[in-house]
Structure formats: structure tokens, C-alpha cells
């Protein structure tokens, strides 16, 4: 069975009560639920959300030297500022998969960059919550 971490970065812990018009009202302890009724018979599921982008480094190194298969992590704010959270995904050799839940290219300018991308096998952006099921469905089969 292969081990699957799902990381959530800044104000994701958010989710339900800040801005439903473009991130839903589902919470995150409801896509965590979702996910482990998907996925809990064929993939360990482990999730972590911080909105402290050393907790999240540090969180990355864990898993990486606990021998995961694989990440699905949406950065939040930090996937457009931090390089440090960029060098940890280049570090950890993990096939990650960067997951937003709006579409960052109908959004402002700013949020068009992915400073984290790079260190991604792919992005899915735009999907709502369901792009999470998508990359684990990859991440499962890969």
C-alpha cells in the first residue's frame, strides 16, 4: 500500500468560511474525509496543514525520510513566494503534485507564478476540491 501525503498550506485551514465564492463551503476535515473514502483502502493517507511555512519544510523532510510515495500539496499563498518551500520539494524527490482549488489564471497577476511548480510532476488548478481526488487518483496508479 503505498503512503500518500496531503499538504495544506496558508489559510487552507480556512476553507468553508473564507471566501465560498471561489473556494466552496466544504472544510478541510470534509475533503479529509472525502479523500480517505476514495482512497483509504488502497493508499495510507497522511495530512498536514500549517500556516507556518517552516512547519510545512519541515513536514516535507518527515515524509521524505519516512519513504512516502508520494505529495499532493497546495501551498497556498507560499506557492507564489517561497523558494525555501520550493528547494524543500526539489530535495525530498517525492512525485509531488501541486493542486489548486480555483483557477490561479482567472485570478490576480501575481498568483500566475508558481514558484513551486517546477519541483511538480504536475499542476491541477481550477478543479475545486475534486482536482485533490485527481492527483491522488495519479498518485495511486503511478
Avoid at 525530498?92 to 507564478?113: D, G, M, Q
Amino acid at each position: 500500500m503505498k503512503k500518500i501525503a496531503i499538504l495544506n498550506g496558508p489559510n487552507l485551514d480556512r476553507l468553508g468560511k473564507r471566501e465560498p465564492e471561489i473556494y466552496g463551503r466544504a472544510t478541510l476535515a470534509d475533503l479529509e474525509q472525502a479523500l480517505r473514502a476514495e482512497f483509504g483502502t488502497v493508499a495510507q493517507l497522511e495530512f498536514f496543514q500549517s500556516n507556518h511555512e517552516g512547519a510545512l519544510i519541515d513536514k516535507i523532510a518527515a515524509w521524505t525520510d519516512a519513504k512516502f510515495d508520494g505529495l499532493v500539496i497546495n501551498g497556498g499563498a507560499f506557492t507564489h513566494t517561497s523558494v525555501a518551500l520550493r528547494d524543500a520539494l526539489l530535495g525530498a524527490h517525492l512525485p509531488t503534485i501541486e493542486v489548486h482549488i480555483s483557477n490561479i489564471y482567472k485570478r490576480e497577476e501575481f498568483r500566475h507564478t508558481s514558484l513551486t511548480a517546477p519541483a511538480c510532476i504536475a499542476v491541477i488548478t481550477g478543479l475545486g476540491l475534486e482536482g485533490y481526488h485527481a492527483a491522488l487518483r495519479y498518485l495511486v496508479k503511478a
